[in-house]
C-alpha cells in the first residue's frame, strides 16, 4: 500500500502569491502543492491537496483522511486559532497531523499567538514561508518511520 498523506490548507491560504506578499511570500499555493507533489513522487508517495475557505469542509476532509492516509500536513490558517471543532477533529480521527505556518506566528499580533491545534499535533513547521511544506514532508517521513509506518 503506498504513503499517502493529505495536504490540508485553510481560508485564504488560496490567495497565496499575492495575499500580503511581505509576510506570506510570493509563492502560489499551486506551486507549494507540486512541490510536495514532486517529493512524494520520489519518494512513491501519494499527496491529496485540497484546500477550504470554510471549517466544516476541512473537518469532512480531517475524518475522510483518517481512513485512507496516514498523516496530514495542516495549515489551518486563522482556524488554527478559534476552531475547536478542528481540533476536535483530529483527535477523534487519531491521525497523525504536521502543523504549518508560512509566517512565524509567534513574532505577530498576540492573537496568533496561540494554536488550538499545536497540541494535539506530532509537532509544527512554523516561520519558513513555502518551504515549510518540504519540511513538514521530512518531518512526515521521519515520524512514519520512527513509528513503523513506513521503512
Ligand atoms: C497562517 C498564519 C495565520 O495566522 C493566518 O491567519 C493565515 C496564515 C500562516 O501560514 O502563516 O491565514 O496560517
Redesign the pocket.
Known amino acids: 500500500m503506498k504513503t499517502r498523506i493529505l495536504l490540508l490548507n ?4 488560496n490567495l497565496l502569491g499575492g495575499r500580503e506578499p511581505a ?2 511570500g510570493r509563492t502560489t499555493l499551486r506551486e507549494i502543492e507540486r512541490s510536495v507533489q514532486v517529493l512524494a513522487e520520489a519518494w512513491g508517495w501519494e499527496v491529496v491537496c485540497f484546500q477550504s475557505n470554510h471549517e466544516g469542509m476541512l473537518i469532512d476532509r480531517i475524518q475522510a483522511a483518517t481512513a485512507d492516509s496516514q498523516l496530514i500536513i495542516f ?4 482556524y ?2 478559534t476552531s475547536i471543532a478542528l481540533r476536535d477533529a483530529i483527535v477523534a480521527g487519531g491521525i497523525p497531523v504536521i502543523e ?4 512565524n ?1 509567534f513574532a ?1 499580533e498576540d492573537f ?1 499567538r496561540r494554536s488550538l491545534i499545536a497540541p494535539v499535533a506530532v509537532g509544527a513547521i ?1 516561520g519558513f514561508g513555502a518551504d515549510g511544506y518540504r519540511l513538514a514532508m521530512e518531518a512526515a517521513r521521519h515520524y512514519l518511520a520512527g513509528k513503523g509506518v513506513i521503512a
Do not use: D, T
Not at 495549515?75 to 486563522?78: E, H, K, L, R, S
Open positions: 485553510g481560508p485564504n491560504l509576510v506570506y495549515n489551518p490558517g486563522a488554527g486559532h504549518v505556518h508560512l509566517s506566528i505577530r496568533r512554523i
